[in-house]
């Protein structure tokens, strides 16, 4: 037994992208999303795992009982490294299986992940990267806490500043490549393929450049449907209806069958309307490019709008 708190200067292990993403699986046997009523009355579910992804700090000031912290942090923590000068790239396959694996966590575990709730969203989608990561590892029992740590503390439940012992285990789970495209494939899917842009409408337009991405606009063809709409001010899920309303409307009433490229700068964003379609509404043919604009930039010119 030992205590757990995994921190970026000990999981930041890798400079290569290795593996490749997992296939969606089946059935989701947990809700992609969960009140914090469902997880008080499940505390004691078997395999169950409470994954909090805030700082190290703000886990040491207060965090849910039983949770353990793996923190998402930029440019390297667990869950993401560096590569050819891109952030947000997956980590290397054995390294990530080793984390895990140090959690307590195996394929098998029911994963329920804890972040916070700011503005801008990031930390929100930091919830989402952890759980398509999970996804690729082989977890297949992935939720993520509704409204977060800060919906927990608003509600008035308990706290503590306990850091729990976990029995670490092996992580055996198997990688596959289906969920995350590259430059090539993503250049061949013009005018094929639905691509979507997950940034904020005046990036995709052109009208504001982010300094990972400079040129303005968007990939040519690619539709905007901005990330920030997913969740109430309050960081809390939008209803499924609304969810689904949003994606029709960017994408059309008979894109649940067509293949969606989901990009943003640097790989963040992208990972939440990945989620929300594969997870939440059942989209059958979802990938995200993982080098987003940061990548594409570099090689391509952007498409500004005409509107």
Same mark, same amino acid.
């Given at each position: 037994?030992?205590?757990?708190?995994?921190?970026?200067?000990?999981?930041?292990?890798?400079?290569?992208?290795?593996?490749?993403?997992?296939?969606?699986?089946?059935?989701?046997?947990?809700?992609?999303?969960?009140?914090?009523?469902?997880?008080?009355?499940?505390?004691?579910?078997?395999?169950?795992?409470?994954?909090?992804?805030?700082?190290?700090?703000?886990?040491?000031?207060?965090?849910?009982?039983?949770?353990?912290?793996?923190?998402?942090?930029?440019?390297?923590?667990?869950?993401?490294?560096?590569?050819?000068?891109?952030?947000?790239?997956?980590?290397?396959?054995?390294?990530?299986?080793?984390?895990?694996?140090?959690?307590?966590?195996?394929?098998?575990?029911?994963?329920?992940?804890?972040?916070?709730? =700011?503005?801008?969203?990031?930390? *929100?989608?930091?919830?989402? %990267?952890? !759980? &398509?990561?999970?996804? $690729?590892? @082989? +977890?297949?029992?992935?939720?993520?806490?509704?409204?977060?740590?800060?919906?927990?503390?608003?509600?008035?439940?308990?706290?503590?500043?306990?850091?729990?012992?976990?029995?670490?285990?092996?992580?055996?789970?198997?990688?596959?490549?289906?969920?995350?495209?590259?430059?090539?494939?993503?250049?061949?899917?013009?005018?094929?393929?639905?691509?979507?842009?997950?940034?904020?409408?005046?990036?995709?337009?052109?009208?504001?450049?982010?300094?990972?991405?400079?040129?303005?606009?968007?990939?040519?063809?690619?539709?905007?449907?901005?990330?920030?709409?997913?969740?109430?001010?309050?960081?809390?899920?939008?209803?499924?209806?609304?969810?689904? =309303?949003?994606?029709?409307?960017? *994408?059309?009433?008979?894109? %649940?069958? !067509? &293949?969606?490229?989901? $990009?943003? @700068? +640097?790989?963040?964003?992208?990972?939440?309307?990945?989620?929300?379609?594969?997870?939440?509404?059942?989209?059958?043919?979802?990938?995200?490019?993982?080098?987003?604009?940061?990548?594409?930039?570099?090689?391509?010119?952007?498409?500004?709008?005409?509107?």
């Amino acid at each position: 037994m030992k205590r757990l708190i995994l921190t970026t200067s000990v999981l930041a292990l890798s400079l290569t992208l290795g593996g490749t993403a997992h296939a969606r699986p089946a059935h989701h046997r947990l809700r992609p999303v969960v009140s914090c009523d469902w997880l008080e009355s499940h505390v004691d579910m078997r395999g169950l795992v409470l994954l909090d992804v805030r700082t190290a700090d703000e886990y040491a000031a207060g965090h849910i009982e039983n949770s353990i912290s793996i923190p998402f942090e930029v440019p390297l923590s667990a869950w993401i490294t560096v590569k050819d000068d891109l952030l947000l790239e997956l980590p290397e396959k054995t390294d990530l299986s080793n984390v895990l694996g140090d959690a307590g966590i195996t394929e098998r575990s029911r994963v329920v992940i804890v972040t916070s709730v =700011a503005e801008p969203p990031y930390p *929100l989608s930091n919830a989402t %990267r952890v !759980a &398509e990561t999970l996804i $690729y590892a @082989g +977890v297949e029992n992935v939720s993520i806490l509704d409204g977060g740590y800060s919906a927990w503390l608003a509600e008035g439940r308990e706290t503590t500043t306990d850091i729990p012992e976990v029995t670490p285990s092996v992580f055996d789970g198997t990688t596959n490549g289906e969920a995350f495209v590259d430059i090539d494939y993503v250049h061949g899917s013009i005018g094929r393929s639905l691509i979507v842009d997950a940034r904020d409408a005046e990036v995709y337009s052109g009208e504001v450049t982010e300094p990972w991405a400079e040129k303005p606009g968007h990939i040519p063809s690619a539709v905007s449907l901005p990330t920030p709409l997913i969740w109430n001010e309050d960081g809390t899920y939008k209803s499924r209806e609304e969810l689904k =309303a949003l994606a029709e409307e960017a *994408l059309g009433e008979h894109s %649940r069958h !067509a &293949e969606i490229i989901v $990009y943003c @700068g +640097v790989g963040g964003y992208a990972s939440s309307w990945l989620y929300v379609l594969t997870e939440m509404l059942r989209y059958r043919d979802v990938k995200m490019y993982d080098g987003s604009a940061q990548e594409w930039v570099k090689f391509y010119d952007m498409e500004l709008s005409t509107d």
